[in-house]
């Protein structure tokens, strides 16, 4: 199994290659927890401008309040994203460097 996640520091942390933070420490042990299971899982860095369905997702999550929240069917303003996602044809931005 792999999992993508856009934060270095907890893909550092659940791979033990940089010390971790008081803050979220449950989090992180329950999941290490998790990580120690007979599975074989990877925990790769993604950045989250490749993912054009992660910030809207995260402003969803800041909208409503706290509590779990499901939907029927896929929001509107996330339909064609999750697509453009699904077919890797999400529109790459170029950054000057």
């Not at 993912?51 to 779990?68: I, K, T």
Request: include cysteine; charge should be positive; charged fraction near 20%.
């Amino acid at each position: 199994m792999e999992v993508r996640v856009d934060s270095k520091v907890v893909v550092q942390t659940l791979n033990n290659t940089k010390g971790g933070s008081a803050i979220g420490w449950r989090v992180i042990k329950e999941i290490s927890r998790l990580l120690a299971m007979d599975w074989e899982l990877n925990v790769y860095h993604f950045n989250r401008k490749a993912n054009s369905c992660a910030s809207p997702l995260a402003n969803m999550g800041c909208e409503h309040g706290p509590g779990l929240r499901i939907y029927k069917q896929c929001p509107i303003s996330l339909s064609n994203l999750l697509l453009a996602d699904a077919m890797e044809t999400t529109t790459r931005k170029v950054i000057d460097v």
